[in-house]
């Protein structure tokens, strides 16, 4: 597959518990995004990884969200004691460079549910 | 801040109709707008990208959108509406790399 993948698909879990969501980027990309879609917020930008520079994390909402790139290539978002209002599709994307008009490519999301 | 509206949350268009989709933005300098369309279930997919030239840029599926700086607006068009083109579109600016969307048009296609 050529495309930006994500795992799970869907996660459903309890409030207070913490989950981990996967990216996988596409081979070569060195610019890494999250976004979170949800009813309330539409879609909003969360954190963004470019090579070996620091993340811009000035859109993670609370200290319980983080993120790391490791070697480059997989991201994990974590979100910690997970609150109802947590219930979103977490959307990944990734572009070549991270140029401003470089298109982002977009995986098909995680949704996650917290009970 | 920058910003961008997308007046229209749902539009039902016929088969065969042709289609405009707005889309104003805020933003000081010269734009990087996209358009994306995200299907039931499906991630983002883009459409099409403006960033410098010719105002009138194509997108794929037959779709184009004009940059308009005098009203600050970048509509998508579609001359001829298919079924398969029920979806969700994002109007959106780039700033400092980052994405902004708008809220999103959903697009519903009667036959």
């Known amino acids: 597959g050529a495309g930006v993948s994500q795992s799970p698909s869907n996660k459903v879990t309890e409030k207070g518990k913490d989950v981990e969501l996967r990216c996988d980027p596409i081979s070569g990309h060195t610019a890494l995004y999250w976004y979170r879609q949800s009813l309330g917020q539409g879609l909003e930008f969360l954190i963004y990884?470019?090579?070996?520079?620091?993340?811009?994390k000035s859109g993670l909402p609370s200290d319980r969200f983080s993120a790391e790139r490791t070697g480059g290539s997989v991201s994990t978002l974590t979100i910690q004691r997970t609150q109802q209002e947590d219930s979103a599709v977490y959307l990944c994307?990734?572009?070549?460079?991270?140029?401003?008009?470089?298109?982002?490519?977009f995986g098909p999301g995680t949704r996650l549910l917290v009970l | 801040a920058q910003s961008v509206t997308q007046p229209d949350i749902h539009i039902t268009v016929s088969e065969g109709a042709s289609l405009e989709l707005r889309c104003n933005y805020s933003?000081?300098?010269?734009?990087?707008l996209f358009w994306y369309v995200q299907s039931p279930g499906q991630g983002l997919q883009l459409l099409l990208k403006y960033f410098s030239g010719d105002t009138l840029v194509q997108g794929i599926k037959g779709f184009e959108a004009e940059f308009k700086r005098s009203q600050s607006s970048f509509n998508l068009r579609k001359p001829s509406v298919h079924w398969s083109d029920a979806a969700e579109y994002f109007c959106a600016v780039v700033n400092t790399d980052k994405l902004i969307f708008g809220t999103g048009t959903r697009l519903q296609v009667f036959p």
């Open positions: 933003y000081g300098a010269t734009p990087y």
């Open positions: 994307a990734s572009s070549l460079v991270g140029q401003s008009q470089e298109t982002q490519y």
């Open positions: 990884f470019q090579g070996n520079s620091a993340p811009d």
